[in-house]
Nanobody
Framework: VQLQASGGGLVQAGDSLRLSCAAS????????MGWFRQAPGKEREFVAT????????HYADSVKGRFTISRDNAKNTVYLQMNSLKPEDTAVYYC???????????WGQGTLVTVSS
C-alpha cells in the first residue's frame, strides 16, 4: 500500500489543522493505521492509532483530548484532526499502516506542521 500525507502548514498556537493520508490499493481497510511525528533533533514518536474498522483509537498522552484520529475506508483515507495546537506540536507528521502488532511497514512521506507561538 502507498500512503500520501497532506494538510500540514504554518499555524499559530491555538489553531487547528486536519491532516489527511490517502492510501492506494484495495486493502486499506485491512490495516490499522497510525500517525507519528518527528520534531527537529528528536526521535520519531507515536501520536495516534485507529483500528481497521475505526472502532478503537489510542492516543499519546501529549495529544489526548486535542487530537482525533478517524478514517473513511470508502475513501481509503485516514485523518488527524489537531485542535488547540501548541508550539511543541511542531514536527513532520507521518501516517503508517500497521502490518502486524505494533509493526508499521508502510509509511507516507510526511507533512510538516509548524506551530508558532
Amino acid at each position: 500500500v502507498q500512503l500520501q500525507a497532506s494538510g500540514g502548514g504554518l499555524v499559530q498556537a491555538g489553531d487547528s489543522l486536519r491532516l489527511s493520508c490517502a492510501a492506494s490499493g484495495r486493502t486499506f481497510s485491512s490495516y490499522a493505521m497510525g500517525w507519528f511525528r518527528q520534531a527537529p533533533g528528536k526521535e520519531r514518536e507515536f501520536v495516534a492509532t485507529i483500528s481497521r474498522s475505526g472502532g478503537r483509537t489510542h492516543y499519546a498522552d501529549s495529544v489526548k483530548g486535542r487530537f482525533t484520529i478517524s478514517r473513511d475506508n470508502a475513501k481509503n483515507t485516514v485523518y488527524l484532526q489537531m485542535n488547540s495546537l501548541k508550539p511543541e506540536d511542531t514536527a513532520v507528521y507521518y501516517c503508517a499502516a500497521e502490518t502486524s502488532l505494533e509493526r508499521y511497514d508502510y509509511w507516507g512521506q510526511g507533512t510538516l506542521v509548524t506551530v508558532s507561538s
